[in-house]
């Protein structure tokens, strides 16, 4: 059985920082795409940051949308089986429930931006940006 386990939410003022951890169980976590996701109230879920798999080298890759480029970097500790989103400069936009999400196994170093991509999710945990 697949589970994503979230954390590090909470409160946090303009400017602040954040780090969330997403660790995942049930998945050869190291060959698996993953990614976070965001829904503010009222709003779609969007994609915020996805992190490729990692490569017979040792790498893997990610990218960022663009709301978010600049202030979040993404990272993975397959020994750990868990994803990190740092996230700086925060601002109230940011405010949103953030879900972790993986998929199974590729064999390409694609990053997967589309929610439909993803299999596997979590339940989520509370970023709230005051101004």
């Known amino acids: 059985q697949v589970q994503l386990v979230e954390s590090g939410g909470g409160l946090v003022q303009r400017g602040g920082s954040l780090r969330l951890s997403c660790t995942a169980s049930?998945?050869?976590?190291?060959?698996?795409?993953m990614a976070w996701f965001r829904q503010a109230p009222g709003k779609e879920r969007e994609f915020v940051a996805g992190i490729s798999r990692t490569s017979r080298a040792g790498f893997s890759d990610y990218a960022t949308a663009d709301s978010v480029k600049g202030r979040c970097t993404l990272s993975r500790d397959n020994a750990k089986n868990t994803i990190w989103l740092e996230m700086n400069d925060l601002k109230p936009e940011d405010t949103a429930v953030y879900f972790c999400a993986a998929r199974e196994t590729v064999d390409s170093n694609t990053i997967f931006v589309q929610q439909h991509n993803y299999r596997y999710w979590g339940q989520g945990t509370q970023v709230t940006v005051s101004s």
């Open positions: 049930g998945l050869p976590f190291s060959d698996c795409p």
